[in-house]
């Protein structure tokens, strides 16, 4: 079991920058078992998958629409997931979620089903 806790969402205009930050109450041993992803969800759409990486490194994967505006990256000693934000556009206002899987067969995956523990969301609003 892993509880995570979002935060860093914030109103900003748009061409602004925020960063959010998903911190994982796991045993730093067990930080490495899991892959981690954003996702954001507008009112009235369907959650999203924003960008997926494993906790020990690698590749990372990222929505198109959010490709070179966006980067996942963590910091493996305070077990936790960030996402920079950059150039934000109206379109990016969402409740943003931070999420985690165990199946390794899935890692880096942009799907919402594939993951298995989420956090409570933290609110990203961009305005024009």
């Known amino acids: 079991q892993v509880q995570l806790v979002e935060s860093g969402g914030g109103s900003v205009q748009a061409g602004g920058s925020l960063r959010l930050s998903c911190v994982a109450s796991v045993y730093t041993y067990s930080w490495y078992s899991y892959c981690m992803g954003w996702f954001r969800q507008a009112p009235g759409k369907e959650r999203e998958g924003v960008a997926a990486?494993?906790?020990?490194?690698?590749?990372?994967n990222y929505a198109d629409s959010v490709k070179g505006r966006f980067t996942i990256s963590q910091d493996n000693a305070k077990n936790t997931l960030y996402l920079q934000m950059n150039s934000l556009k109206p379109e990016d206002t969402a409740m943003y979620y931070c999420?985690?899987?165990?199946?390794?067969?899935?890692?880096?995956?942009?799907?919402?089903?594939?993951?298995?523990?989420w956090g409570q969301g933290t609110q990203v609003t961009v305005s024009s």
């Open positions: 999420a985690a899987l165990r199946d390794g067969r899935y890692c880096r995956s942009l799907h919402s089903v594939d993951y298995n523990y």
């Open positions: 990486a494993y906790t020990g490194g690698g590749s990372t």
